[in-house]
């Protein structure tokens, strides 16, 4: 019960800011429908009633009440039932703009890193759809308030005792919002295992995945664990289902016996003349209306008792710890770099973890400095990148951007100065304009500026390519899209890096892994270029992450990273005659090539 209260008051403002004439009528035709029904029971005593005493003209009279009654109860439920569709979709597409902003509205990528977090998501994203039915549920509930209101005080009236059925009514109530709480936790058990189920399925029919799983034989193996994995979470809600199907039962069988008692008072009652017979059936009419608002009230809770849940995830996948307290105490991002950027004994943890990734890291990038990072696999190369980029915080120590500690500047702003390509960047699957212009969103309509970035990422020819040019749809997860190679996708992916204007940090992270030898080249003399002009502009500092050591000897400055630890920093000439990691590592690729 303790879900109830947020529940309704998260849709009620929902639906208040979405629309609040709509959600006042939706309210008044379902308050008009659920008086009707006790009206409807008295209409009918009535009936009887003057049907006994002879008196057929007023009998007639009362049964038509009764009739209009009923068609006004169907005709109120219906066009309330219209006006909740209107606001569970306005509502619906309100929470997934919020999900949206809640996952990718903060500048730092540490909670989605976090399972929970990821899990918590998930969920919200599975009941989102939902919203439509709970807001009717909310509305609905409040109807059923007043109809339960008024058969308790007609009931009161006939007899004290029989104001014991409403209460009966509460156990079936209360053990439905018990054995929800049982399939709630239930629910967020067995996400992890969903998780991974769905995943193992995603990678065993996937379209980039099935290549790999056909040739390697691996359908039985990723079958079998995501059977193993799916079977554990049905296990963990179906034991859940079978103990809350075990409440529920018990409760309403409480509430079965308490209106077989109430029938059996009021026709005792009559037998020895005490009651009307009016009265008989105005209890049973009322009763059995009560067994089913207690039926609805139960269903409609299950219902809202989701949309509570909903509220606190929402509410769980706030920021705790906001990159800044206070947004106007942020510093902006300098217009040109004048020193450079500054790391002071940075260490770094993602979350959940408790493996230092980076490891006391200390060094100076002067502002226009050519930087290239190198180290074996997992040394912490793209975690380097990724705290340059704000994306992370360290964990421990500090970065400084001519001066000013990136902690306490807005993430957004200087987030908006960097151009970077990772190697895991993405592939939207949407227009060729909106591939490239989401790197500089404010230049998503510029024609010529998107040509020339795509020209400059040697990506022309693959937009030649594209039906309908700039507005044509790329990739076929959906629709007819141009399916693009690897390499074509990467340069697509560069020239949204190339779009944004003046960038203080360049970053690429292994961009040349899908390239051919020729458009490496190219690619990394086009680079090589735009470092130029930015330095020369802005100061920038450019990052090359890359195994390939013809392409790092170019960079000024050369960093080693060996397990999270800065062994090796300078030149290349300069890190040759010093020997260890960096000429071991140079040598070793050189007398490959050779
Ligand atoms: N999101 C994450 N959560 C937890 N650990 C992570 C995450 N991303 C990377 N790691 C771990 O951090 C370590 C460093 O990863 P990083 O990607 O920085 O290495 P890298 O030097 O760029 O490697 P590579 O050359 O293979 O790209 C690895 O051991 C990796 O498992």
Not at 189 to 214: C, N
Request: contains cysteine.
């Amino acid at each position: 019960m303790t879900d109830l209260i947020p529940a309704l008051r998260h849709l009620l403002t929902l639906a208040w800011q979405c629309d609040p004439r709509r959600l006042l009528r939706a309210a008044a035709m379902v308050a008009a429908g659920c008086l009707a029904t006790p009206l409807i029971a008295l209409c009918l005593k009535g009936l009887t009633t003057e049907t006994l005493a002879g008196r057929g003209g007023s009998a007639v009279l009362l049964g038509l009440a009764a009739a209009a009654l009923l068609v006004l109860e169907l005709m109120m439920g219906h066009f309330a039932h219209l006006a909740y569709f209107e606001l569970g979709d306005l509502g619906e597409v309100e929470l997934q703009n919020r999900l949206v902003a809640l996952a990718h509205g903060r500048p730092g990528l540490e909670d989605l890193d976090t399972p929970r977090f990821a899990d918590t998501l998930a969920l919200v994203r599975d009941d989102l759809p939902r919203t439509r039915a709970s807001l009717e549920a909310a509305l609905q509930l409040g109807g059923l308030a007043i109809q339960l209101g008024l058969t308790a005080v007609l009931l009161g009236l006939l007899d004290p005792w029989l104001l014991l059925l409403p209460l009966l009514g509460a156990v079936p109530v209360l053990a439905g919002n018990r054995a929800q709480r049982l399939l709630d936790t239930a629910k967020e058990s067995a996400a992890p295992h969903q998780r991974l189920g769905r995943h193992l399925l995603d990678v065993a029919t996937g379209h980039a995945t099935a290549k790999e799983a056909r040739l390697a034989g691996a359908a039985p193996f990723l079958l079998a664990r995501h059977h193993r994995e799916w079977q554990a979470g049905t296990r963990l809600l179906g034991r859940a289902h079978t103990r809350a199907a075990a409440l529920r039962a018990g409760g309403q069988l409480c509430f079965a016996l308490g209106y077989a008692a109430a029938i059996w008072l009021v026709v005792r009652q009559a037998q020895h003349g005490v009651s009307p017979l009016g009265d008989v059936i105005l209890v049973i009419t009322l009763a059995a209306q009560l067994s089913l608002q207690v039926g609805t009230a139960i269903q409609l809770l299950t219902v809202l008792q989701d949309a509570g849940r909903t509220a606190h995830r929402l509410d769980a996948l706030k920021p705790l710890t906001p990159f800044h307290a206070n947004k106007s105490d942020a510093t902006s991002a300098p217009l040109v770099l004048t020193r450079g950027i500054r790391l002071e004994h940075v260490s770094f943890q993602y979350p959940g973890s408790t493996r230092r990734v980076l490891d006391d890291v200390t060094l100076d990038i002067p502002a226009g400095t050519a930087l290239a990072v190198v180290g074996e696999n997992g040394a912490g190369k793209s975690t380097l990148v990724k705290l340059l980029c704000g994306l992370y915080r360290p964990t421990g120590g500090r970065i400084l951007v001519d001066g000013v500690d990136l902690a306490a500047a807005d993430p957004a702003d200087w987030q908006h100065r960097i151009a970077t390509l990772f190697q895991d960047f993405a592939r939207l699957e949407l227009r060729l304009r909106d591939n490239t212009g989401i790197g500089d969103l404010d230049r998503i309509d510029d024609d010529a500026a998107l040509s020339a970035a795509l020209d400059a990422a040697e990506a022309a020819p693959v937009a030649a390519a594209v039906p309908g040019g700039l507005d044509g749809l790329i990739g076929r997860s959906y629709g007819d899209g141009v399916d693009l190679s690897g390499g074509q996708w990467q340069k697509l992916g560069l020239a949204r890096a190339l779009l944004r204007r003046d960038p203080l940090l360049l970053v690429l992270d292994e961009p040349a892994s899908a390239l051919d030898a020729a458009a490496e080249q190219t690619l990394f003399e086009r680079f090589a270029r735009l470092v130029a002009d930015s330095r020369a502009r802005t100061g920038a500092v450019s990052v090359l992450v890359s195994h390939r050591f013809s392409t790092v000897r170019m960079a000024d400055l050369i960093l080693v990273l060996e397990h999270g630890r800065l062994v090796q920093a300078g030149g290349h000439r300069e890190l040759l005659d010093a020997g260890g990691l960096y000429a071991e590592l140079y040598r070793l690729q050189a007398r490959v090539y050779a």
